[in-house]
C-alpha cells in the first residue's frame, strides 16, 4: 500500500440511516444546528428539490457565519446549475470541484471523487453512499426512488473523518490527486480489535495510489467464519475479491450477494457484471437481486465486522476514484445492519444456478458484449496507466 493507513478508533457511536427520507432530514438538521464549521464532500450533485433545500440550509448556515466549504466532484456535479452555484459563493459558501472535465486531460478525466461525507463542528460524521439528487430523497413527497444507507458517527473516529477531508480540500487546490503524507496513522493494515463496542476505522482508497479499503475487506472475506453479506449496485468486483467469495463458500461460510436488479441507472455494467454468476453459484454463493428501486447502497456485513460508504469494490472504483468507507465492530450497528440486509434478502428474486442456465438467449447476449467491452476498456486503461 502506498499510504499510511487510519487506526481503528474506540469509545465511538454509530446509526445506521436508511433511505433518503430518513438521513436528509437529519443531516439538514445537523446542519441548521451546526455552529462552526461545516464541511461536504459528495460526487453526485444535481439540481431539484433535494439540492434545493440543501442549498437553502447552507446559506443559512453561511450567513449566521458558520464556515462552509463544499467539495464536489467534476464530473458528477455537472448538473448542478450555475445558479445555485452563485447562491452559495455569494453566501460566503467555500465551494471548489474535484478534477474539472477538460479534453486537454484526456484519459486524467476518468479520476473521480466519489466520496459522501458530511462533518459537521468536528464533533459529528454522516457517511455513506447518497448523492444530493430527487433520486435519494424527492422533499415535497418525502419519498425516494434509490435505496441507499448512511451511517451518522460521533466520536474520536470524527476527528480521523475530518482528517480525509482535509487534506483532500487542500490537494484539490493544485487539481491533483491525494497522495497521502506518512506522518499520520499507521504503516500497515491495523488487525481488527478484541473489543467489539464502539470501535471504528476510515477506510479510503485514492485513485490507484491507496487501496487499504480494499485489502481489508479482502482479509475480512478470507478470515470470515460464519456469514459473509455484500450488497454492491454495479457488481464488478476485482479478482481478489471474486476468489476470496468462492473460497468462503467452499470452506461452508454463508456468502450473500444482493445485487441490483432490472431496476438500475446503467444496464450495462449490470449485464457486464452477470458474467461473474455461474461460477460463483456453483461455490456455493448465494444472489439475491433487489426488486423494488435501484439498489445504490454499498455494505458489507462479514460476521459482527461492518463496512458502509461510497466504494462498490469493483475494478473501476478502484482504479479512477477517491473513495471511503466506515469500518466498524459495535454491536449495536451490527444488528442493524444484518436487520436491514434481512429486509432486503425477502424483497429479492434469488438467482439459482438452474434458473439461470434457462435464462432466455437475449439475455445472454447481452451480457457477452458487455462483457467483452468491460474487459477490453479494462485492459487498454491499464496497459497505458
Known sequence: MAGAVFPWQSANQFKLLIDGPE???IMLAAIDGAQSYLDLE????????????LV??????????VRVRCLFDGYGSLAFTAGLRLRLTEAGVELRFYNPLNWR???????RDHRKLLLVDQRLAVVGGTGVTDEFWQPVENTCDWHEVMVQIQGPLVQDWQMLFERQWRANISRKAWRPATHFGLARLPKAPEQREGMGRVAYAD???????????????????HSIWL????????WSV????????????DVRLLLTGPRTDHPSVRYAGHRYYPRL?????QIFEYQPRFLHLKMVLIDDWVSIGSCNFDHWNLRFNLEANLEALDPTLTAAVAASFRADFAQSLPITLQAWRSRPLWGRVKQRIWGWVDRVVVNVIGRRR
Not at 459528495?42 to 433545500?53: K, M, N, R, S
Not at 486531460?105 to 479520476?111: E, F, H, K, T
Not at 471474486?242 to 461460510?253: C, D, E, K, T
Not at 453459484?281 to 454463493?285: A, F, I, M
Open 105 to 111: 486531460r484526456g484519459l486524467s478525466n476518468l479520476y
Open 42 to 53: 459528495f460526487y453526485l450533485v444535481e439540481a431539484g428539490q433535494c439540492a434545493d433545500i
Open 231 to 238: 450488497a454492491t449496485p454495479y457488481f464488478l468486483p476485482t
Open 242 to 253: 471474486r476468489r476470496s467469495l468462492r473460497r468462503a463458500a467452499n470452506r461452508g461460510v
Open 281 to 285: 453459484l456453483k461455490s456455493g454463493v
Open 23 to 25: 438521513f436528509f432530514p
Open 56 to 65: 437553502q440550509a447552507l446559506e443559512r448556515a453561511a450567513r449566521r457565519e
Open 207 to 225: 485513485a490507484h495510489q491507496h487501496r487499504d479499503i480494499l485489502q481489508s475487506l479482502v482479509r475480512a472475506i478470507n478470515s470470515a467464519k
